[in-house]
């Protein structure tokens, strides 16, 4: 249903467009689509087309509000040196916040209807880089839940020889970075995240084998990204 709006929007954009250019071929107006800030355009209609997919979440919050505040500083409304100055740290304070609630404000559940916790009982995983590289293999271990954390580094989560005995939740918090996350052949993967100017992509293959069980992604990616295979 969301992706069947989303085509609506760009259906009607895309008519405006050539109905209006017509128009002017014609000499009924004088129409443009080169105004002043036009090219915000570009970071506030997708930030409207991604509401509309996936819902209202702190990326396309903060796309918004960054794509609102040049297109008003273009446009007269805003000092465009103040919008530039007050930009940068505008931003990290978006992102923090959304960072800090994406971890708060999630309850993931199994098919069951039990919440996933952060960590099975204290035995979650923390598998961090910070400018840097880590690899994390748990060949022949139980794996009960992780925290990834990449900041201007890279994470690789082997789990494909790993122990799941159970529904499993990792938290992934990517920031200038990327994560990859290697899963077993009887894992299903499900995916919860924020994008802010990155994503994740989920590769993963279906179950071949029984029992089968789930891995819950709860993911923030700030210009970088997770990809599960």
């Not at 903060?62 to 465009?80: E, V």
């Not at 959304?98 to 209807?113: E, K, V």
């Amino acid at each position: 249903m969301r992706n069947r709006m989303s085509n609506v929007v760009w259906g009607i954009l895309l008519i405006a467009v050539g109905l209006g250019y017509a128009g002017n071929n014609l000499g009924f107006w004088d129409f443009s689509i080169f105004f002043k800030g036009w090219w915000t355009l570009f970071i506030i209609i997708p930030c409207l087309i991604d509401m509309i997919q996936h819902g209202v979440n702190g990326g396309n919050i903060i796309g918004l509000c960054i794509g609102g505040a040049l297109f008003c500083s273009a446009q007269g409304f805003l000092d465009f040196g103040l919008v530039r100055r007050m930009l940068v740290p505008a931003l990290l304070v978006l992102i923090g916040l959304s960072i800090l609630l994406s971890n708060t404000r999630r309850g993931i559940r199994d098919q069951q209807g039990n919440k996933i916790p952060y960590e099975k009982d204290g035995a979650g995983l923390d598998v961090s880089a910070v400018f840097g590289d880590r690899k994390a293999n748990y060949s022949g271990q139980i794996f009960e839940g992780s925290t990834v954390n990449a900041v201007f580094g890279a994470v690789e989560l082997d789990l494909r020889t790993a122990i799941i005995e159970q529904d499993v939740r990792v938290d992934a918090t990517v920031v200038f970075g990327g994560a990859n996350i290697l899963v077993p052949s009887n894992v299903i993967v499900k995916v919860m995240s924020t994008p802010i100017l990155g994503g994740v992509s989920n590769k993963a293959m279906a179950p071949t084998e029984v029992p089968c069980h789930t891995l819950y992604l709860n993911a923030t990616c700030v210009f970088g990204g997770v990809d599960i295979r």
